[in-house]
């Protein structure tokens, strides 16, 4: 019994520490096969009135597949979340496909995307969600004010050594909901657009220093997008489910690395001009502004193998009506048993601040929340 348990161990150990991924090759053309899990339990302080605590408990917050192909022209990629089948059509924000694209590098000026990927807005919405200390997203990238991913095309390129990165695109404006939902009677499109400057080398799309860089690293993104909707969509269940208007984003980043601490500064601001004149409130104007921002302080331990982190997030969805900015803290633990490939993570989250709970509000109040989560990510 002994001898069989310690085979156990010394087996899990070897998985958990191998740096392993599936890989193909014809020679000209390399496929690997990815996974990840997260399974994770979750617990919210309610308010002692309060008798609904079924968010509470434990949960399988991913299940990912993915594959990929790279030659020396195109590349491709289809990633499918297990986890939320069957929440499309409760979520459609929240498809099962995560990534379905394929990229064509053949061109000297230019690469070419497109497919269903991530839209070039926000340092934060860009980023590898597994490779953050936090479980999830502040509320400003959760597909609130703008939509994570959508059917598109992407072009883009590198210059200066890979030190700036340039992003331009057009999609379909129907955002996550866009494969699960018929596009609207008008086909309008949605366009974006994203450049950001590192120095003096170039920085990754990472918010963990696990290599310790030993000078300091600094990353300036400015992003914008433009979709004018003239009739409603229903698009999903985010704040702003009506399409029905006019939408111009603008968005600042800020990053750094140095020894280990690494920083995260970006602020989103979006001006509105609805079709429909009631969700003015009477107020003379023909628009309304929502927006909102967040900053996050991290630090790797090479010596705890550990990742302590702080964020500050705050979302306004209105700027017409009074006490209603969502504001949070938050604060996470990772032990990072072999990187972010095996990891345990904790996070608390409490509000900052508490705003009118009314019928209008457009964010619910929430309640403190504290999650612990195991994650496996196999590439």
């Not at 918010?207 to 600094?218: A, F, G, L």
């Not at 996470?332 to 409490?350: D, E, F, H, M, W």
Request: glycine share 6%; charged share 20%.
């Amino acid at each position: 019994m002994i001898k069989r348990l310690l085979q156990i161990i010394v087996l899990l150990t070897i998985t958990i520490s191998a740096n392993c991924q599936v890989s193909f090759s014809n020679g000209s053309t390399v496929t690997e096969i990815q996974t990840a899990t997260v399974v994770t339990y979750n617990h919210r302080f309610y308010d002692s009135t309060e008798r609904n605590h079924k968010k509470n408990g434990p949960a399988l917050d991913d299940a990912r597949i993915a594959i990929e192909s790279r030659s020396s022209k195109f590349e491709f990629k289809f990633e499918f979340d297990l986890a939320v089948m069957g929440n499309a059509v409760l979520d459609p924000t929240a498809p099962p496909i995560t990534e379905a694209y394929f990229v064509y590098k053949g061109l000297n000026f230019v690469n070419i995307k497109t497919g269903f990927s991530k839209i070039p807005f926000s340092r934060d919405n860009l980023q590898e969600h597994f490779d953050m200390p936090f479980m999830s997203r502040p509320e400003l990238d959760k597909s609130t004010i703008f939509a994570r991913r959508d059917v598109g095309v992407t072009l883009y390129r590198t210059f200066w050594n890979e030190k700036i990165n340039a992003y331009a695109g057009m999609y379909s404006g129907q955002g996550e909901s866009v494969l699960t939902t018929m596009n609207d009677a008008s086909g309008s499109a949605e366009f974006a657009g994203r450049v950001d400057v590192s120095y003096p080398c170039k920085y990754k799309y990472i918010q963990v220093d696990e290599v310790h860089s030993p000078i300091p690293i600094i990353q300036v993104g400015l992003n914008a997008r433009y979709i004018n909707k003239p009739v409603a969509t229903g698009y999903g269940n985010s704040v702003f489910a009506d399409l029905n208007h006019e939408k111009s984003i603008m968005g600042f980043d800020v990053s750094g690395a140095y020894q280990g601490f690494t920083f995260q500064v970006e602020m989103d601001q979006a001006k509105i001009v609805p079709n429909n004149i009631s969700q003015l409130d009477g107020f003379p104007t023909t628009y309304y502004r929502t927006g909102g921002a967040t900053i996050q302080l991290n630090y790797h331990s090479k010596l705890l193998r550990s990742v302590f982190a702080v964020r500050y997030d705050e979302l306004n969805p209105n700027d017409l009506t009074q006490d209603d900015t969502r504001k949070a803290v938050s604060f996470a633990y990772n032990y990072l048993i072999n990187s972010y490939r095996c990891a345990l993570k904790v996070q608390y989250t409490t509000p900052f601040s508490h705003f009118t709970k009314d019928a209008e509000s457009a964010l619910a109040g929430f309640d403190p929340q504290l999650s612990v989560a195991w994650q496996y990510w196999f590439r």
